[in-house]
């Protein structure tokens, strides 16, 4: 696959909305994306929507606003299934004339009655054929009131082989399949055909999709030989294995971009991860998404599956979290606070904050947990107030408020009264630095404590020493 391809490239994620966009679909959207883009090619977006009862706009809002999230910028659509019926309509009908497609009568009740005897016989599940046109046989007389389904003619010599681009080549012989729906009753398309007309009829040269679309491929490409259609290339992705060795499902965690999103993951370590949870560059863990345009070639896919590492995702968001610009994460941080209802006035007020914490936090949830005690009291543990806020160190802890109560309120200024005070009551730095921390920000444990206290309006801090 390193070859480059000779017509221009076109891709496409075409996901259905029946819920948010899922981590599997994002990882194929992302690679379907960076492939176009490293040829200068395009990217389409095509929402399946033929399963109507399961169909939501708010689904297709949710991934449009994933993808958008992502930066997975596309070239054309959203273009939506339903909107094409009359196209499908129309092969349908030059297929049935071309002998390719065919009307099929059954009731439901007589597909279940076959699949019943043939599961009775011990056979595979299987289309009989009755309705299936053949050159001297005469078809059953049409039933009254039945609306038919259209089938596809399938070949029943031969065999269908592709080389797949993960997983090599693949071959399935023809009377392993049977002649498929198409069309259902109701008019509405079936999810082989559609997506080999619209693949078809937006040009699309590289698909690459999900494992369990392997099986359907057979079918889809003798539709496209049935239809005179070139033959795009298909690349099947193994599935992403939760942490049980199981496949990533709801039942499980998380599994829609938008959970990460709102769990305080940046958009570029999200890429970064997905890019490497089944695809490779060396040994390299942390790369732009230039470097993954340029790199993506098709080449270094995975043909085993990939397990999703909840630890390794936060490392790597930690790293990007490191880089990150403060006043970006400024928002982030205040999104963070908004949606458990913590008022924040002023962004920007955050920057500084987030400057100070980022280096100690794998999500922006964490930082919203480290920024949270600048807007809210703080609940010190009993026991870290036993531990200590002892009696000892009360008369300087009294002392430091009166010198803080002072000062001109900066950092400099601030480390001068915490030096002064412990110089004045003979303590260590610690023994007088921990107490504050417990009482001004909750815990005993912060990044260096006039830096953390100089970010707090002084009346909340002495507000807070007097509680000792
Ligand atoms: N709607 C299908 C899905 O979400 C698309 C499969 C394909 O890419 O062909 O799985």
Same mark, same amino acid.
């Given at each position: 696959?390193?070859?480059?391809? @000779? ?136 039933? !009254? ?12 010599? #031969? ?122 560059? #060396?040994? !390299? ?7 993954? &345009? ?47 209802? &913590? ?15 980022? /280096? ?8 919203? !947990? ?19 806020? @002892? ?16 000062? !001109?309120?900066?950092? #400099? ?38 830096? &953390? ?6 009346? /909340? ?8």
């Amino acid at each position: 696959m390193s070859q480059p391809p @000779t017509t221009p490239v076109r891709t496409r994620i075409a996901p259905s909305p029946t819920g948010f966009l899922h981590l599997g679909t994002a990882r194929t959207a992302l690679y379907s994306w960076a492939y176009a883009r490293h040829h200068g090619g395009q990217f389409v977006l095509r929402i399946e929507d033929t399963d109507v009862a399961r169909s939501t706009q708010d689904s297709v809002d949710q991934i449009i606003a994933s993808m958008h999230w992502l930066g997975l910028d596309y070239d054309e659509g959203p273009v939506y299934q339903m909107q094409r019926l009359q196209r499908y309509h129309a092969v349908v009908e030059q297929m049935i004339a071309a002998g390719t497609a065919y009307r099929c009568y059954c009731t439901p009740e007589e597909l279940e009655a076959m699949k019943a005897g043939q599961e009775a016989r011990g056979e595979k599940r299987r289309y009989d054929g009755t309705w299936r046109p053949e050159p001297g046989k005469t078809l059953p007389p049409v039933p !009254d009131g039945v609306k038919p389904a259209v089938r596809f003619r399938n070949p029943v010599e #031969g065999e269908v082989t592709w080389d797949d681009l993960v997983k090599g080549p693949i071959t399935i012989a023809n009377r392993e399949i049977d002649d498929l729906i198409i069309l259902r009753p109701d008019g509405v398309p079936t999810y082989n055909f559609a997506v080999v007309v619209d693949d078809w009829d937006m040009s699309i040269t590289h698909v690459f999709r999900g494992d369990e679309h392997v099986n359907n491929t057979p079918w889809q490409i003798n539709l496209f030989g049935a239809l005179g259609a070139p033959l795009p290339l298909f690349g099947h992705c193994p599935v992403i294995l939760g942490e049980d060795g199981l496949k990533l499902s709801k039942r499980r965690g998380a599994v829609s971009v938008t959970a990460y999103e709102e769990g305080g993951y940046l958009p570029e370590a999200m890429l970064n991860y997905l890019a490497r949870l089944g695809w490779s560059h #060396g040994d !390299d863990e942390l790369f732009t998404r230039e470097q993954m &345009v340029a790199w993506f070639d098709g080449s270094h896919l995975s043909k085993s599956p990939a397990q999703w590492d909840p630890a390794k995702l936060a490392w790597v968001n930690a790293q990007y979290m490191k880089q990150a610009d403060d006043a970006r994460l400024a928002k982030l941080a205040a999104q963070q606070l908004r949606s458990r209802g &913590v008022a924040v006035a002023d962004e920007a007020a955050l920057a500084p904050m987030c400057a100070l914490f980022k /280096d100690r936090c794998s999500t922006t949830v964490e930082l919203a !947990d480290w920024i949270e005690m600048y807007f809210v009291p703080v609940a010190p543990k009993a026991e870290d107030i036993t531990a200590h806020v @002892t009696d000892a160190v009360k008369p300087a802890l009294e002392s430091l408020r009166d010198r803080l109560a002072a000062i !001109d309120w900066d950092k #400099g200024t601030i480390q001068q009264a915490i030096k002064d005070t412990i110089a004045e009551h003979k303590l260590k730095m610690p023994q007088l630095a921990v107490p504050v921390r417990v009482l001004v920000c909750g815990r005993p444990q912060t990044p260096s404590i006039d830096a &953390v206290l100089s970010l707090f309006a002084r009346d /909340d801090v002495l507000a807070r020493l007097r509680t000792a």
